[in-house]
């Protein structure tokens, strides 16, 4: 009789231990204080980001930023340890029970008539038989349940195993953009040299800029048609240093299919490219040859790039991508080719007080290409 009801206790005992949180109150309080840390700070950002007017305000949004990344990354990391200790504990309770349970199975299943017939002689009455069949059933039927747990128990440490991996790459990812953050930050007071002054005008010259751009794009400002154009051949030379809407020396180009933007890397071949600091890589892989001739440095690249970052303040989406011919010591030529056959445009409209100069190609299927910046 004791060792039935000791057996059913230290099964019932290990069902609770597995099945108990083991994340412990300082922990969750912890867990619970970085996140209203984030939810305090990301309000204040969302009222910074409405009067991000000037450098300094910039770079305080940028501080706040990088903050609010900080402390994500100690939440995650604080979730992956109370993780990791709990999936610990699971796999101790999991294998000793386990153990424990193939023993039992053995005992009360492939002897189970033996135990009936035991029980019957061994019992001096008949109530005393059917006391201790009722617990041998008691036994037989929590063996069940445990199975039942275990295999509940099992699946739920598979899907915390699953949920580790998961928050792992999340911590990844975080501190990846916490790195792009610091970069970003310092890149802005390099390029600005702490400068309001310099700030202010590269807000405005960007904001015009796009905007130029989009009137390119719906047909806007003065074009005239020039005839057809073989691949690779000269169409025009980018400018030179500062331009009308332009802080430096570069061609926009871009690429649209039925009116729609498409991403320039999926067209061009892959190439001698190096990428100017906080432009993000990428790896071409179409088909045509470069507006440019190599080797070709992108000063920035198609979609979210660190402009875009800045807030949103002129734009959220850049449209094509920004390429120079050789690097910054050794300058390439600054001939612009077409990148396919296809029938040339020449064009021009209203720019930041000057004239934004354009070519562009309407090639077969719908799709046009465009060279912006040029003579």
């Not at 057809?228 to 926009?252: D, F, M, Q």
């Not at 190096?274 to 070709?296: H, L, Q, R, Y």
């Not at 070519?359 to 060279?371: C, K, L, M, S």
């Amino acid at each position: 009789m004791k060792r039935v009801l000791v057996i059913v206790f230290f099964f019932l005992t290990s069902f609770v231990l597995i099945s108990q949180p083991i994340f412990s109150t300082p922990e969750q309080d912890k867990f619970n204080t970085i996140g209203e840390e984030i939810t305090e700070l990301e309000q204040k950002l969302d009222d910074l980001s409405k009067q991000k007017t000037t450098l300094a305000s910039q770079i305080s949004y940028m501080e706040g930023q990088i903050k609010v990344t900080g402390l994500k990354i100690n939440q995650t990391e604080e979730q992956i340890r109370m993780l990791t200790e709990k999936i610990g504990r699971l796999e101790v309770s999991l294998d000793h029970l386990a153990n424990l349970l193939n023993r039992r199975i053995v005992a009360t299943y492939k002897k189970a008539d033996v135990e009936v017939l035991a029980l019957f002689f061994s019992s001096e009455r008949f109530p005393d038989f059917i006391a201790r069949y009722k617990y041998l059933k008691v036994i037989q039927a929590n063996d069940r349940k445990l199975i039942y747990a275990m295999e509940t128990t099992r699946t739920n440490y598979d899907d915390q195993r699953k949920e580790e991996e998961a928050l792992k790459e999340k911590l990844e990812k975080q501190q990846s953009l916490l790195a792009r953050q610091k970069k970003d930050k310092e890149y802005l007071l390099g390029v600005t040299k702490s400068d309001e002054k310099r700030y202010q005008e590269i807000l405005a010259t960007k904001r015009a800029e796009q905007q130029a751009i989009l009137s390119i794009l719906a047909g806007e400002g003065d074009v005239a048609e020039i005839g057809p154009v073989k691949t690779g051949e000269s169409i025009a030379t980018y400018i030179n240093g500062a331009s009308a809407c332009s802080t430096g020396t570069h061609l926009h180009f871009e690429v649209q299919v039925s009116g729609q933007h498409q991403n320039p890397a999926n067209y061009l071949r892959n190439a001698s490219i190096n990428f100017e600091e906080n432009v993000a890589a990428f790896s071409p892989s179409g088909s045509w040859d470069w507006p440019i001739i190599e080797p070709i440095r992108v000063t920035q690249e198609y979609g979210e790039t660190f402009w875009t970052r800045l807030g949103g303040l002129w734009y959220t989406f850049h449209t094509g991508i920004d390429i120079v011919s050789g690097s910054y010591d050794n300058p390439g030529p600054r001939t612009v080719k077409a990148v396919q056959d296809g029938t040339l445009y020449r064009g021009s409209v209203p720019c930041g007080g000057g004239t934004l100069k354009y070519a562009r190609v309407d090639q077969a299927n719908g799709i046009q290409t465009f060279y912006v910046h040029v003579n």
